[in-house]
C-alpha cells in the first residue's frame, strides 16, 4: 500500500467515524437539549467535513490534533445518560480522561464528569415559548437563522411565524421570502406560505420580535 493509499484509507475511516457522530449529536440536541461541544465549538447541525476540521482544530487548543475515533466514545456513553439541557465538551471530557490515572473506564468517566447534569441534579425542561418575527430584512433572516438553529426540543424560543408585506400592503405569514440571509449565504430553512393571516392573530402571539 503506497503513503496516498494509506492517508486516503485513514480518510474514509475518520469519515466514517464523523457520519456516525451526527445522529446522536442531533438525538442529544433535539430530545434533552444538549449541546454537544469540541473546544467550545458547536457541533450541532455541523457536516462531516465541519465536524473534522474541528477537530483538527484541537491542535490550537491543546498543541495536539484531537481525532475522531477520541470523541465518538464519550459521544456515545453521553446518550446512555439521562441528562438534561446541558452544553457538554467532548474534548475536555477525551483530555481530562486522558490525564486521569484512576483507570476508569470511558463510561464510567463520563458518568462522574457530568454528574450534576444528569438524574435527579439535572435541569426541568422548561415550556416552549412562541416567537412571531415581523419582518424579515437583514435582521431579522439573521434572528430567524438564529430561532431556528438553537430550536433543539423546543423548549425555548420557536419561531412559529414571519409576517412580511404582501402585494397588496396586508400582512401575509411565510418563513421565506428568499433564498438566502443577509449574509449572501443559504438560508439552511424549509418554507411554507400561508395567506391571509389578520393582524389581530400577529398581536395575539405570546412574544414578538419586530425587525425591518
Known amino acids: ?107 464510567e468517566f463520563t458518568a462522574e464528569a457530568v454528574a450534576g447534569a444528569t438524574g435527579a441534579n439535572k435541569i426541568e425542561c422548561r415550556e416552549g415559548r412562541d416567537v412571531v418575527l415581523y419582518g424579515f430584512g437583514r435582521i431579522g433572516r439573521l434572528v430567524a437563522r438564529l430561532l431556528i438553529e438553537k430550536a433543539g426540543s423546543g423548549n425555548g424560543l420557536r419561531l412559529r411565524a414571519i409576517v412580511v408585506r404582501g402585494a397588496a400592503g396586508g400582512p401575509v405569514r411565510t418563513s421565506s421570502s428568499g433564498p438566502r440571509c443577509c449574509a449572501a449565504t443559504p438560508f439552511t430553512a424549509s418554507s411554507r406560505a400561508r395567506s391571509p393571516w389578520t393582524r389581530r392573530t400577529a398581536r395575539s402571539s405570546p412574544m414578538a420580535t419586530r425587525s425591518r
Open 1 to 107: 500500500m503506497t503513503l496516498n493509499e494509506d492517508s486516503f484509507t485513514n480518510w474514509k475511516h475518520r469519515e466514517e467515524i464523523a457520519e456516525s457522530m451526527i445522529p446522536l449529536i442531533g438525538k442529544l440536541h433535539r430530545e434533552r437539549d444538549v449541546t454537544v461541544l469540541l473546544h467550545s465549538r458547536s457541533l450541532v447541525n455541523k457536516s462531516v467535513v465541519s465536524i473534522l476540521k474541528t477537530h483538527r482544530f484541537a491542535r490550537q487548543i491543546a498543541g495536539a490534533e484531537l481525532s475522531v475515533t477520541d470523541t465518538l466514545p464519550f459521544l456515545q456513553a453521553l446518550t446512555a445518560l439521562d441528562l438534561g439541557p446541558s452544553q457538554i465538551d467532548i474534548g475536555l471530557l477525551a483530555e481530562k480522561h486522558r490525564a486521569d490515572d484512576r483507570g476508569l473506564s470511558v463510561e
